[in-house]
């Protein structure tokens, strides 16, 4: 499997770090054929700076990095199309160059390739309140075939601190790219464990 991991300069730095983590441990694995590749916008090691109090890595273990003006990553050709983009966070600002077209970068290129090859597009958008625009883009993205999957974490599964709220989101995101990771319990499990016992 071939996935791209794309950090824009949207709040949530934390979901960005935690995937990385996993899928450098996913990666690293030698039961999963992962192949991780992962570009950062140009205000992200700033937000991830301020949020995290830590500058971004500049290369991370089983995982490769690209400048987000390479376009010579192989994922910026449908003819090497990657099997999920992941955008996480992502910024109103990237949701819109999705939505409409266009953009300079490699991740606006990289979600534009995985549309076209009707691959699979996760946008973990993280705006709050969200306007009229950032609405409609989000349909229009929508329509095109992303899945727009808001950093709302959820709290059923006996979440308790922010690490686990965190992966409530990163799983979920991760899990729709096409690479479960089963972090926490699932909805009704718990239930069903009690039903049989």
Not at 17 to 33: I, Y
Request: charged letters at 20%; a positive charge; aromatic letters at 4%.
């Amino acid at each position: 499997m071939k996935l791209v991991l794309a950090v824009t300069g949207a709040s949530g730095a934390i979901y960005a770090r935690r995937a990385l983590s996993l899928l450098a441990l996913a990666a690293g694995s030698k039961a999963r054929a992962l192949e991780v590749s992962w570009v950062t916008s140009t205000t992200a090691a700033q937000v991830w700076r301020a949020e995290l109090g830590e500058e971004l890595p500049a290369s991370i273990e089983h995982l490769r990095r690209f400048d987000r003006t390479d376009f010579n990553a192989p994922f910026a050709s449908g003819s090497n199309a990657p099997d999920a983009v992941v955008v996480m966070p992502c910024s109103m600002s990237t949701l819109a160059r999705v939505a409409h077209g266009g953009g300079d970068d490699l991740i606006a290129r990289a979600c534009e390739v995985a549309l076209k090859e009707r691959r699979r597009l996760i946008l973990v958008v993280r705006e709050t309140p969200l306007s009229l625009v950032h609405l409609r883009n989000m349909v229009a993205a929508t329509e095109a075939g992303a899945i727009v999957l808001p950093a709302v974490p959820s709290f059923y599964a006996g979440v308790e601190t922010l690490e686990q709220a965190i992966d409530t989101v990163v799983g979920r995101a991760l899990e729709r790219a096409g690479l479960p990771l089963d972090l926490l319990p699932r909805w009704g499990a718990n239930q069903a464990k009690t039903a049989t016992a």
